[in-house]
Nanobody, 119 residues
């Protein structure tokens, strides 16, 4: 019912930028929360940036990305994006798109896209 497809990951040097995109298969109006998480090897999956409270939701950021990352969405293309600037080696992780529809409050996840930042 819900499909999420991430793209835009890659290898960059410290200080570089990447833009991630997540294509969402259902209307944003059906989604209560959506955004980005990441998981590094041996660590728990953690919130990066999300929209909360549906189509009119406010963006929320993890402290470690504030001022560097920006979440946005494109209603026409049905994508949620993450612009990542001033990347650091500690940002290296697999980044996952997440969506929680109103109808079932179940978290749906994409396959993820790898971001690697070299020193």
């Amino acid at each position: 019912q819900v499909q999420l497809v991430e793209s835009g990951g890659g290898l960059v040097q410290s200080g570089g930028s990447l833009r991630l995109s997540c294509a969402v298969s259902i209307s944003f109006h059906a989604i209560g929360a959506m955004g980005w998480y990441r998981q590094a090897p041996g660590k728990q999956r953690e919130l990066v940036a999300v929209f909360t409270d549906g189509v009119d939701g406010v963006s929320k950021y993890a402290d470690f990305v504030k001022g560097r990352f920006t979440i946005s969405r494109d209603d026409a293309k049905n994508t949620v994006n993450l612009q990542m600037n001033s990347l650091k080696p500690e940002d290296t992780a697999r980044y996952y798109c997440n969506a929680r529809p109103y109808v079932d409050r179940t978290d749906y996840w994409g396959q993820g896209t790898q971001v690697t930042v070299s020193s």
